[in-house]
Each structure stands twice: as C-alpha cells, then as structure tokens.
C-alpha cells in the first residue's frame, strides 16, 4: 500500500544537537510539507516542497532546515538554533500544492529534549 | 485573512448519540474546505472534503458534512457515534489560488462516554 513513512517515532535531543526526522513517501506526490503540532495550536507549517530540488519556508522556519534531493524523501533537521522544539512533527504530501488537493499524513515523529 | 475557527475545544458525547462538530471559516472566494480525524499519536486522516457542487457530502467512517455558505459553515456530523471516534477532528480550508497552504482549525477533541 501507498503511503507516508516518518522515524523514528520517538526522538531525543540533547543541547546543543542537531537531529534529523525521516520522511518517505511512495505516493508518487510531487508535493511535501513539514508541519509541527503543540497542544491547542492545531498545525503550523514549517516547510513545504513543491517539486524536487525546490523547497519553500513555511510560517514557523526559524531553527529547522530540509532537503529534497529525491521526489520520495523529505528530511527535515532541527537545529540546535530550535530552542524549543518539543513537539509531534508530521510530514505530509499531495499530488501537487493546488489548494484542493488533500494531503496525506504519516504517523509523525515526537521528539523531546534530554 | 483566511481563518478557520473551530469553537469547540472539547466535546463529550455518550456512545450511541449524535454528533455535530463545529467548523466557522474566513475566506474571501470559493473555499475548499476539509476534515481531517487525528487518533493519539497517529497522523491525520481525511474524512471528506468540499469543492463545489452539492453542500451536503458524505465521508468515510459514517461521516458527512454540510457546507453552508450564509454561515462560513462547514460543520461535521454524525447519527450515531462510536467509541471507536474518540479522537481529534480537524477542519481545514484549501488557500488561496496558486499557493500550498492549508489553515487549519485548532482542532476538537472528541470523548465518548460508554
């Protein structure tokens, strides 16, 4: 079946590291994005990737970085730069960034500092 | 600006009883509009989605929701809720022509009483 990958689920950070979240998707979606989730604050968009080799700063970019060197993966990495970056971190894709194209979720990553 | 509001940060329902979950949007054309349903450390997943035509649509898990353009209204509804929808529910509107973003609503956490 087609789907969105994240890992790990679980992720800690130590001060001062940097640690990398893993997305894949087998979709064949043009389009990816990285959203964060806080309790109470619904979805906030980080960065999104409308084909490869392109990516755009979402609303809340500062302290996080991506790639998409493949049209299948989309990694992001928060940096040591993120002071607080306690969260669930989902990563989506659609078939393109028009506005009525669904997205589709994978399980997310909760990351956690030590 | 566009807005999503969902008014009701929490819900309790007994099994068995209906559901109605509130979505309020701001938004200057014609929205495209969705639901999404979030399970405890799990993604989203879609529910239904409006684009145009009729204003009642029909979505999985015996869900459906009813677009009202008077009211900036696309509320969720269900006749008879399972244990098994205790979950998030998500309202979300497509942006503005040409461009990725989604606006997501706050969100509503749904409990059900056995």
């Known amino acids: 079946d087609g789907g969105i990958t994240q890992s790990p689920k679980y992720l800690f950070r130590k001060e001062g590291q940097n640690v990398t979240l893993s997305c894949e998707q087998n979709?064949?979606?043009?389009?990816m994005y990285w959203y964060r989730q806080d309790p109470g604050q619904g979805l906030r968009l980080i960065y999104y990737?409308?084909?490869?080799?392109?990516?755009q700063k979402g609303d809340i970019a500062e302290g996080y970085s991506v790639s998409r060197e493949k049209k299948e993966s989309f990694p992001l990495t928060v940096t040591s730069a993120q002071k607080n970056p306690t969260a669930f971190y989902l990563c989506?894709?659609?078939?393109?960034?028009?506005?009525?194209?669904?997205?589709?979720f994978g399980d997310g990553t909760r990351l956690s500092i030590l | 600006a566009q807005s999503v509001t969902q008014p009701d940060i929490h819900i309790t329902v007994s099994e068995g009883a209906s559901l109605e979950l509130r979505c309020n949007y701001s938004?200057?054309?014609?929205?495209?509009l969705f639901w999404y349903v979030q399970s405890p450390g799990q993604g989203l997943q879609l529910l239904l989605k409006?684009?145009?035509?009729?204003?009642l649509v029909q979505g999985i898990k015996g869900f459906e929701a009813e677009f009202k353009r008077s009211q900036s209204s696309f509320n969720l509804r269900k006749p008879s809720v399972h244990w098994s929808d205790a979950a998030e529910y998500f309202c979300?509107?497509?942006?503005?022509?040409?461009?990725?973003?989604?606006?997501f609503g706050t969100g509503t956490r749904l409990k059900v009483l056995a």
């Open positions: 989506a894709s659609s078939i393109s960034t028009g506005r009525r194209q669904p997205q589709h």
């Open positions: 979709l064949n979606h043009d389009a």
């Open positions: 990737s409308q084909i490869v080799n392109d990516f």
């Open positions: 938004y200057g054309a014609t929205p495209y």
């Open positions: 409006y684009f145009s035509g009729d204003t």
């Open positions: 979300a509107v497509g942006g503005t022509s040409g461009t990725y973003k989604y606006i």
